[in-house]
Structures are given as structure tokens and as C-alpha cells.
């Protein structure tokens, strides 16, 4: 099928949806998102993403708000580095939110707001929790890697109180290359 064809596609949905909204075809959204087609489609295998529309080919069409799905979930992977379950779990909870925020606009009864509040909160609490899991883990890694640093400098200062300015002296004197290198064995 031709780019031209599938156009025609996507536009056919869109009009057959009736909701003025812009679908992009999955190459487009890879494009916008730097992702590639198949993650998108093992996205939708893993219920990450359901792709808006299908075309009556079949073809997945993806709305702008799949697009900032997407690109939420990749934040949550690159810059978080949260696996997939993390995501999956991430997503389901902004889901909720989401069907509760929508029903929300409509449903004016106090006590369904006032339950509706209580499992906000506590979806925002799962979050939460899986959020400070993933902080805790990297506050220890970085005073691992603080007391690795704490480390050196004391066995420099050690080094160099007991073998004072010989071992200044013997590391200023070499040529900065020699001094640059790396030692045979690591601390």
C-alpha cells in the first residue's frame, strides 16, 4: 500500500470518527518519538499503549495524547530507568486517574466524589511508593559510589603523610601523559 493510500486511511477514520482529531499512521509516531515500530508494537502487546483507532485496513492510528503517552513512557524508562512492570504500573495508575478526572466533570454526587477522591489518593500513594523504591535504590548507589570517592582521597593522604614529598615530587615530575595513564592496578 501506497504512502498516498494509507493517507487516504488515516483520513477515512478520522472523518469516520467524527472528532476532528488528527491520527498519525505508526511510522510517523516512531518518527516523532524516536522510537522504533516494533517497540511501539511491543508496547501494545504489553498493554503499555492501545493504539486510538485502526484504520479499516487494520493499520494502527495513533492521537496526539497516545503521542504524549509515549513519550511519558520513555521518560519513565531513559530518564527514570524503570523497567517495563515499573511503567506498566505507572500507566495503569495515570489511567485511573484519568477515567476518575472524566467521570469526575459529570458526576456531581458527593458521596461518588468522596470515594472517588480516596481511590485518587490512593493510586497517587502506589506512585508513590514505587517512586521512593526507585530513589531509595539510587540514594544507595550514589553513597556507594561517595564513599569509593572518600576513600581515594583518604589513601592519598595517607600516601602522601607518609612518603611526603617524594611521592608529590615523583607524580609532579612525571611527563603528563605517564601521570594521565591508569595504574596496572585499581583501588
Same mark, same amino acid.
Given at each position: 500500500?501506497?504512502?498516498?493510500?494509507?493517507?487516504?486511511?488515516?483520513?477515512?477514520?478520522?472523518?469516520?470518527a467524527?472528532?476532528g482529531?488528527?491520527? &498519525?499512521?505508526?511510522? /510517523? =509516531?516512531?518518527?516523532r518519538?524516536?522510537?522504533?515500530?516494533?517497540?511501539l508494537?511491543?508496547?501494545?502487546?504489553?498493554?503499555?499503549? /492501545?493504539?486510538?483507532?485502526?484504520s /479499516?485496513g487494520?493499520?494502527?492510528?495513533?492521537?496526539?495524547?497516545?503521542?504524549?503517552?509515549?513519550?511519558?513512557?520513555k521518560?519513565?524508562?531513559?530518564l527514570?530507568?524503570?523497567?517495563?512492570?515499573?511503567?506498566?504500573?505507572?500507566?495503569?495508575a /495515570?489511567?485511573?486517574?484519568?477515567?476518575?478526572?472524566?467521570?469526575?466533570?459529570?458526576?456531581?454526587?458527593? =458521596?461518588?466524589?468522596?470515594?472517588? &477522591?480516596d481511590?485518587?489518593?490512593? =493510586?497517587?500513594?502506589?506512585?508513590?511508593?514505587?517512586?521512593?523504591?526507585?530513589?531509595?535504590?539510587?540514594?544507595?548507589?550514589?553513597?556507594?559510589l561517595?564513599?569509593? =570517592?572518600?576513600?581515594?582521597?583518604? &589513601?592519598?593522604?595517607?600516601?602522601?603523610?607518609?612518603?611526603?614529598?617524594?611521592?608529590?615530587?615523583?607524580?609532579?615530575?612525571?611527563?603528563?601523559?605517564?601521570?594521565?595513564?591508569q595504574?596496572?592496578?585499581?583501588?
Amino acid at each position: 500500500m501506497t504512502d498516498d493510500q494509507l493517507r487516504a486511511l488515516a483520513r477515512s477514520a478520522q472523518d469516520a470518527a467524527g472528532d476532528g482529531e488528527r491520527y &498519525l499512521r505508526i511510522d /510517523e =509516531v516512531a518518527r516523532r518519538t524516536n522510537l522504533t515500530k516494533r517497540t511501539l508494537r511491543y508496547y501494545e502487546e504489553l498493554d503499555l499503549l /492501545e493504539p486510538s483507532q485502526r484504520s /479499516e485496513g487494520n493499520y494502527r492510528l495513533y492521537s496526539e495524547s497516545d503521542v504524549r503517552l509515549l513519550e511519558r513512557i520513555k521518560e519513565m524508562r531513559d530518564l527514570l530507568g524503570l523497567e517495563l512492570k515499573e511503567i506498566r504500573q505507572l500507566v495503569d495508575a /495515570e489511567l485511573e486517574r484519568a477515567r476518575i478526572r472524566e467521570r469526575w466533570q459529570t458526576d456531581t454526587d458527593p =458521596v461518588w466524589r468522596l470515594s472517588a &477522591l480516596d481511590a485518587a489518593e490512593r =493510586v497517587a500513594y502506589r506512585e508513590l511508593e514505587l517512586l521512593q523504591e526507585r530513589i531509595a535504590g539510587l540514594e544507595r548507589m550514589r553513597r556507594t559510589l561517595q564513599e569509593r =570517592v572518600d576513600s581515594y582521597d583518604r &589513601l592519598r593522604s595517607e600516601m602522601l603523610a607518609q612518603h611526603g614529598a617524594t611521592a608529590a615530587a615523583a607524580t609532579d615530575s612525571k611527563p603528563a601523559s605517564e601521570s594521565d595513564e591508569q595504574p596496572n592496578g585499581r583501588p
